[in-house]
């Protein structure tokens, strides 16, 4: 079981202190949080990608090629990598330098993002976008599989006798998770190559989240990738914790008060009984995330949302320390009889 946790590198207003970090101190935060994660002993730390304000994270190979350097043991992957309006030549290059760079700590998620304008300012359009999704991963694969590719598809122009450097370390490319909240094309299209499949587990009801990754593992399955349950499962979750849960809540309130995604809807008390989101001691995030096993069976990979909605730096290196000191070791003793195990460079290159 991998633990870790995953950022959009948004920048928002401290409602607690009126102020904003800049562009320069979001970025250098994203790196001091990342290094954190891995002194604390968590697996992951996933980055998002996004092309407009308020977020930052519009080259997510560059920040963790940075994270990378500052650290010697935590796998980097993404949150998502847009495999719609990025192409899948460059999506390849990125990643296989990326891999070099990090001695095989890479793996991605792959997703089509929730910003529609980003379609058209990177030349796609938004209606093309499920196809787009499955036509530039399918080149994506075949870029990493063979040496020499000839292709010719809808969406680009087509290659011939093309060659994409560097070659992936090992000749073993990254695990690819397909990330979707909503989309059940997306989880079919995870089961039939037996690639892992990531729902973030944030904003829906245990009941939408259960039928995707079912679907998942059973289109795992009846593509003869192995049982469904030997598919490959990641959740994500979004937590704040102090040591008791009403100074968690009255601390936090504020934040999800004034967050864009959250703030005018229900509040935070029902989003807490209707989803995922848990706000209160170590032992209540421990409680809430041990139900997800009994909710969606053996998974793979847990990643938590720690770090945005204006939460400053110290706070988020706080909530690190609650994990790694009360929460990681007990959720470690939980899980650990967890399978199958979420694969890595490693085992990918023993397998291969």
Request: negative net charge; without cysteine.
């Amino acid at each position: 079981m991998q633990f870790g946790i995953f950022g959009v590198g948004d920048i928002a207003i401290d409602p607690w202190t009126g102020k904003a970090p800049s562009e320069h101190e979001r970025i250098k935060n994203m790196v001091t949080i990342a290094a954190k994660a891995e002194e604390i002993g968590l697996d992951v730390v996933a980055v998002g990608e996004h092309h407009n304000p308020p977020f930052v994270t519009s080259s997510p190979t560059t920040i963790l090629g940075y994270i990378a350097a500052r650290t010697s043991r935590i796998i980097l992957s993404t949150s998502v990598t847009l495999i719609t309006t990025n192409d899948p030549v460059k999506i390849a290059e990125d990643y296989a330098t990326l891999q070099h760079l990090a001695d095989g700590r890479v793996d991605l998620m792959l997703g089509r993002g929730n910003t529609g304008p980003v379609y058209p300012w990177f030349g796609k359009d938004i209606r093309d976008g499920l196809s787009l999704a499955v036509e530039n991963y399918a080149l994506l694969r075949q870029l990493w599989r063979e040496d020499v590719v000839d292709w010719e598809g809808k969406h680009r122009t087509a290659l011939q006798s093309f060659t994409s450097t560097p070659r992936p370390l090992d000749g073993v490319p990254p695990f690819v998770w397909h990330g979707s909240i909503r989309s059940p094309e997306i989880a079919v299209q995870a089961g039939f190559y037996g690639d892992g499949f990531f729902h973030n587990n944030i904003f829906w009801p245990k009941e939408h989240t259960r039928r995707m990754i079912d679907l998942y593992r059973g289109q795992f399955e009846h593509y003869g990738h192995g049982p469904a349950d030997q598919a490959i499962v990641g959740l994500g979750g979004q937590t704040f914790m102090r040591r008791n849960s009403q100074d968690a809540i009255k601390e936090f309130r504020p934040y999800f008060d004034n967050s864009p995604v959250y703030g005018g809807g229900p509040s935070l008390e029902q989003t807490m009984r209707e989803t995922p989101i848990s706000v209160g001691s170590p032992q209540e995030v421990i409680d809430r995330t041990l139900r997800f096993r009994e909710d969606f069976g053996d998974y793979q990979r847990q990643l938590f949302n720690v770090d945005g909605m204006g939460l400053p730096r110290k706070v988020v290196l706080e909530q690190l320390d609650i994990i790694g000191e009360e929460v990681l070791p007990v959720l470690r003793k939980e899980f650990e009889s967890m399978k199958p195990k979420a694969p890595t460079h490693e085992t990918l290159k023993v397998a291969s």
